[in-house]
């Protein structure tokens, strides 16, 4: 089946951490944004690591190590985010993923698309920058 439009731990936690950090004045390690989001730390330190493999924030070691934006805010999207946590943002426009309706028409009236383009549009308007 397609994938109908899916908002993970791991990319809820990926927006929590880049806002945090964003808005951060400091560097902010693991244990901080665990607390600050309730999650597991080893979860964030997880999605932390891919964010920091994808270039969006930079880490440092030791005691008042953490991370740091690595790019402008206003260059960093959720699509991007997002992305970088999921994989690519694909249109879906059918839940049993045919290229043709087995009905003369959807029996979903195409709301799978309209949700995928919405969520992908939303994604793309939400600016780190938003949120300093």
């Known amino acids: 089946?397609?994938?109908?439009?899916?908002?993970?731990?791991?990319?809820?936690?990926?927006?929590?951490a880049m806002v945090l950090v964003v808005q951060s004045k400091n560097t902010l390690n693991v244990l901080q944004?665990?607390?600050r989001t309730g999650s597991s730390k080893h979860h964030v330190a997880k999605v932390m690591?891919?964010?920091?493999?994808?270039?969006?924030?930079?880490?440092?070691?030791?005691?008042?190590?953490?991370f740091t934006l690595?790019?402008?805010a206003s260059e960093i999207n959720f699509l991007n985010i997002y992305?970088?946590?999921e994989g690519k943002l694909e249109e879906s426009t059918c839940?049993?993923?045919?290229?043709?309706?087995?009905?003369?028409?959807?029996?979903?009236?195409n709301?799978?698309?309209k949700m995928t383009c919405d969520?992908?549009?939303y994604l793309k308007e939400q600016k780190l920058s938003n949120f300093l």
Request: net charge positive.
């Open 1 to 16: 089946m397609s994938k109908i439009v899916n908002l993970s731990e791991a990319a809820s936690i990926a927006f929590h």
């Open 33 to 35: 944004i665990s607390e």
């Open 49 to 66: 690591q891919q964010l920091v493999k994808q270039g969006f924030v930079g880490s440092m070691r030791g005691p008042t190590g953490g």
């Open 70 to 72: 690595r790019k402008p």
């Open 83 to 85: 992305e970088a946590i």
């Open 95 to 109: 839940a049993m993923d045919k290229p043709v309706c087995t009905f003369e028409r959807c029996i979903y009236s």
């Open 111 to 113: 709301i799978i698309k």
């Open 119 to 121: 969520f992908k549009e």
